[in-house]
């Protein structure tokens, strides 16, 4: 018998008590969302949230956009800036740095030396202050928002924003590969006190920027 | 490839199986020595209360905790019931995805399918995210002796793996440890390992933290294969999903050519939708966080994006001689969010090492007795280590009824009985007059000896009792029961006590 063949067997030995009793069901009386709110009271929630994980979060609408992203990477003194395939040109008109596009052939190393990142993303939770990335257009291979020490990630609102998990996971496709990110790397191993930075980017921008 | 030189033998490290270095102790020795090191118990009473309050803080935050606890607790219990099912379900969806799946009945053949995995790849080093399933079956002492090194990328198993300790909680591995005793082990290990610690490194954890990006940067971008765990699996749609702080997850789950995950069967999950009642859980019941920095999910290998080679190792080890126990199978439903070792008095005085497994704390002494058995002193006495409070049932965001489990397994040691070792029905006799029972009368003297932490856990229930959620009906003895448990029945123990105080030990 093979492993796989026997570990099947056991299951069904393991678990012969159940048969002929009724299968209880699983409740699903848990919220959908945890409060009622407007999407611009969600929008601000979100906020919130992102600000208490040490996520630093401007707001500006779509004509501002160009120029607020120009003023962030040039205080970040970024010199090289990877761009995802799919974001659209008008964010970076203004940016002073040079692009790196985002390769398939790029080793890990070179995205090393690369200053910083921009991205749009799938969509945002507000209740968890939480992005999540699909690697969509505008997003990249999940390596980019993790190797460069500073990721700004811009979240067209309110339309990109859900309030609550339950309402993520509906939006979401499992097929494609998912990055939840809620504030920058942080780490609790040493005495449980929670420290920011560790080994993805240590800074979190997030622009909440209005269509 | 970084790390290995040339004619460098891979370090044994130290493991909770296979060759320990010295025989385990039972619980109440191990119990003892930790009671008596004053630093130890300082810094396990002083990270165990921090996290406490906040994690009730982050659950006070949803008032459906309560319904998002019985729905944790009854799609696990589904999952158990049809495992088999799910279990290929996943494996159809995992390989239509491209994925490969393994299948191991136990330690030595992960570990043998693991070993020859990374050698098909050719690299003599791994890069490993935090796994529980790793731990348990002592893949990187197999891996050493395959001529290959595991590198350990949590920042808490790196203070682990430098100090050659063992882990110590499920969460914070190296919780016994204080920020001083690690900026003395980085400063003294690094070096060995790799890229050495900064000069005149001081004890911030933030500059402690830095010292570890550095030293840990170059195995990342360097890696051909990572082995990582996974906290669930979905079985409809063939998803691992992985829940990290750090970023060291998601760079060995997107950087390395190959990547090898083993995780064990009870992880599966039927439906995406599922994970919104974990992923609402597991952070606020183990970081306390709304949600944890990062969190991963991928079907099979991503084109272009990350490993090209996808393999899972699905590992049994103990799991379906647990899930033919009526009563004890309902420790297979933990999500390892480590709350139940947070609040637990015993744990707090007694260190994690104590529990002489991967598991350590209330989880630890209902699992590892089921997954190892009671045949030896220590898997005998780990159900005695516990005053039976009940606060670890209280925080268990999946309801297991840890207090119901102990009883169940003590009355399996002191009586003996039925159960499945490795699918075969066998009866064992009762531990009367063995080592066995001695080391159990032991730890049951060393717990009832301590009225400070026995009042002390009474108190820390009775106290915050309004707040729970009432008991929710167990897995139990039958599939559908939907009645309420008995109270935590502390009588029986008491009564066993009493009955056999004094004799034998
Ligand atoms: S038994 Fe419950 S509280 Fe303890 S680690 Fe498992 S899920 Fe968490």
Redesign the interface.
Known sequence: M???E??????????R??AG???????????RV?GDRSPAESVDLLAE?LAD?RALVHRTDTGGLPGLLARLFAERGTRTLLVPDGLPPAWTAAVDADRVPDR?AST??EL?AVDSVLTGCALA?A????LVLD?GPGQG???IT?IPDHHVCVVRVPEQVVDS??Q???RLD??????????????????????E????PRTLEVVLATV | MTGAREGERARAPRTFLGMPRTRPAAFPQAAVAATEDATLRGNLTHATHTIRGKRAAAVAELPDWDRLRAAGAAIKDDTLRHLDRYLEQLEAAVTAAGGHVHWAVDAAEANAIVTRLVRETGADEVVKVKSMATQEIGLNEALAEAGIRAYETDLAELIVQLGDDLPSHILVPAIHKNRGEIRDIFRDRMADWGRPAPAGLGDRPAELAEAARLHLREKFLGAKVAVSGANFMVAESGTMVVLESEGNGRMCLTLPETLISVVGIEKVVPTWRDLEVFLQLLPRSSTAERMNPYTSTWSGPAEDDGPRDFHLVLLDNGRTDTLSDQVGRQALRCIRCSACLNVCPVYERAGGHAYGSAYPGPIGAILTPQLRGTASALDASLPYASTLCGACYEVCPVAIDIPEVLVHLRTRVAEGGTYTVRGTKAVIKPAKGHAAERAAMRAARWTMDRPRAYGAALRATTGTRRLHPRRLPGPGKAWSATRDLPPVPQEPFRAWWRRTRGAGS
Request: glycine share 6%.
């Open positions: 093979s492993s796989r026997t570990i099947l067997a056991r299951v069904r030995a393991a678990t008590d159940a009793t009724p299968e209880p069901a699983v409740p699903r009386d848990y919220l945890h949230n994980y398939a890990a190393r090393d939770v209740e968890t202050g939480t690697a291979r999940r390596r993790l998990l339950p993520a996971m509906e499992p097929a494609r590969p998912l990055t939840w990110i809620s504030g920058p790397s942080a780490t609790s191993d040493i005495e449980l006190d929670r420290v930075g560790v080994h993805g």
